[in-house]
């Protein structure tokens, strides 16, 4: 590599460059003795970047180096870093990346034609590490060095997991209306992430729980909540289930659709005849009473549950 690419503030010397007109540092000699702030202010602000095209040799073409990491890995598990370095509009297809884990050079690897360097390793410790790749060039050549930005990845002990939790452990409901709203929250723990549903379990027959939102999403050690209530139907809205199927017998519907609005018919009487049929009560009745309640929550293929007793009243 050319010595004024390996000295440069952007180059892999950049983590032991200073500006002398700016370092207070310096205790032998003065700034001025060492150079000028009006020589050197071609510079701009090394650590603020500084506009590089005013320091380098204009036959030198300048890169930018981007980085493609996990946010999280589990403990033995192959993390894959790939690097990719570009010069302009165009792919850069040589030189070295220098993969830094936490601030040293863990490995180098050759840049291929398609401008990209990949680097595997399998034996990062538990806790946080920070990544970053830094694009270097052979002697002669007319691509100028550059580093990504610094990214930052977790490695955990146990897999990705998740817990559910309620703000009330029991709520009430009476019939015919809507509780008050319980906030169900999802926190997420070890890398889980992804796409979260909900629903619950438990409840009898005219009494349902709704989720507002129904779907959410949570990143890497993120949470999210919904609200959910519980609603039950009126004791007639069940009975007159079956009347209003009743019309589908009349308007030329074919012998399949028949059938399966006959056996609604009477399954609907059936369930009225067992549980309302004393005294005038002839549909079924929504029961009072509390039951226990499981409200779950799903990200990929995982499910995790809080218990809710719901109270049924009159």
Sequence with gaps: MPMMQFMHPYGPMQSKFKDASNSSDITTHSKSSICGSHD?????????VGDKSQVLDPSIVQTQTTLASPESALLGSSVSLTATVSGG??????????????????ASVPVQADGTATYAISSLALGSHT???????????RYDASSSDTQTLTVYGDGPDFKVSASANALSVARGSTSSPVTVSVASSNGAAGNVSFACSGLPMGVTCNFAPAQGT???????????????????GLGL??????????????????????????????????????????????????????????????????????????
Excluded at 218 to 236: E, N, P, Q, Y
Excluded at 255 to 261: F, G, I, N, P, S
Aim: aromatic share 6%.
């Design 89 to 106: 509009s165009a792919l850069v297809g040589e030189g070295m990346m220098y993969f830094r884990i936490d601030n040293k050079v863990a």
């Design 241 to 314: 289930l079956g009347l209003l199927l009743l019309p589908m017998f009349g308007i030329g519907a074919d012998r399949r659709r028949k059938v399966l609005a006959m056996s609604v018919l009477v399954g609907t009487v059936a369930v009225g005849a067992m549980t309302g049929c004393s005294g005038d009560k002839k549909y079924y009745e929504v029961p009072t009473g509390t039951v226990q309640v499981l409200v779950s929550a799903t990200v990929g293929d995982s499910t995790r549950t809080v218990p809710i007793s719901v109270t049924i009243q009159q």
């Design 40 to 48: 050197y202010s071609a510079l701009g602000s090394v650590q603020g």
């Design 131 to 141: 990544i970053k790749a830094s694009y270097g060039t052979a002697a002669g050549s």
């Design 218 to 236: 949570i990143t890497d050690g993120g949470t999210m909540s919904t609200s959910m209530t519980v609603s039950t139907t009126s004791a007639a």
